[in-house]
């Protein structure tokens, strides 16, 4: 076994990136680069772009990334959960063809979960998939499918045995989002952004090596989508920032993130923009006032805990032990964090926090904290579900009762007729 240590990696990354990082290169031939020498994703296998380091130690090599300005790979969105699936359950021919466009940045993803009937409940899933001669026939509705209209790929996850109990009849698939079969329509938020869809698929298709495990192992793989997403969620999760330096490597990032990245803009609000909070209570005034200071305190005190239990998260993972309780809690104290500085926030701009566009503070953006931090207990499961996680699988708590898991799917009662 190969022993990493923190000094070695750092010299090894600031050695390549000080002979290779030049800004004039374009951002995919440099990200292939990246991929050609393991420094795409430094955690993940020799074979696949990485360089088998502990993931504890991958952190080390993005500071070194960020000391010298150089652009990594395309991380936002669905691709990182795409890419984690395809790590642990796709096949050869998955990996070849998907990896490395995704971490060029070539393709978009999306992730084809949420029906109108089934969010929380995700293994009531009923859009269907068919073997009709040498394809997959897929018909339904999926819904909150964030960048579905700029994606070229998405992670469907569909019913191919309607006889077997509800979790064992799902299968899992990549699909060809550029397909007569698939319409997008998009949906608006209250935050005025419109990164979400309605994906309906009628006789869409996909071919049968584009599912992923075999089918009826759509469930095992989701979970793991829906592992790295929570896991996404903690507080140490970066969001690409356009970078105003000379240079076409940042010039074409510059230009994804205004396009195919647009969808994400909003994120760091949904987070809750704790950063800003010391600089607005300052710049107005407000931290003279010994109520606003106590809440900030709060805040600061519970955001830094939480990015704590993340590190001790990864640090165990970084060592090969298993997953704590910690991991669990990481997604559902994101919602507290932020839901706590949409309060912190309102409490410093007053009734001005409700003003959207260039009258409110920050040109809006703090209205924008205030409109987008729901999303945060929502998506990629909400608070109650991790709370009902929490309680069963970590403290052993009894399971909500079930009638839904005992029998046929098709015989389970249902409000949507399929
Ligand atoms: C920003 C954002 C991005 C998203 N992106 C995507 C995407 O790209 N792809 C995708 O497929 N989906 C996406 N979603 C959808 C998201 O996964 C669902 O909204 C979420 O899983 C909840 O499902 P639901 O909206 O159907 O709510 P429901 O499941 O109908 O829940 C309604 C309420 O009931 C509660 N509830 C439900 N079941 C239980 C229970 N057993 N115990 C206690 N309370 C319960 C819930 O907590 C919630 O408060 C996104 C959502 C958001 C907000």
Redesign the pocket.
Known sequence: MIEFDEKTVRAEARAWLEANWNPDLGLVEWRNMLADTGWAMPAWPREWYGRGLPSGLAPIVEEEFQRIGAVGVARMG?RMLAAATLLEHGSQMHKEKFLRRILTGEDTW?????????????AGATTRAEKKGNRWIVNGQ???????HKAQYGLLLARTDWDLPKHKGLSYFVIDMKQPGIQVYPLRQMNGYA??NQVFLTDAEVAPEFIVGEPGDGWKVATTTLMNERRGADSLRRYAQPTHKPGRAYAEEREEIATVMEPYKWYPQ?AGRVDLVVERAKATGRNADPTVRQEIAKLLILSKTAEWTARRARAAQAMGRPQGPEGSLGKLISSNVARTAAQVHTLIAGADAMLAGRDGPMDGLIAEVLLSV???S????????Q??IISERVLRMPK?PRTDTDRPFRDVPRNIIS
């Open positions: 669905i999306c992730q084809l979960f949420s029906e109108p009937g089934c969010g929380s409940d995700l999926k819904v909150w499918t964030t960048s579905a990164s979400f949904r729901p999303a945060t929502i998506a990629g499961g909400t608070d109650e579900i709370r009902n909500e």
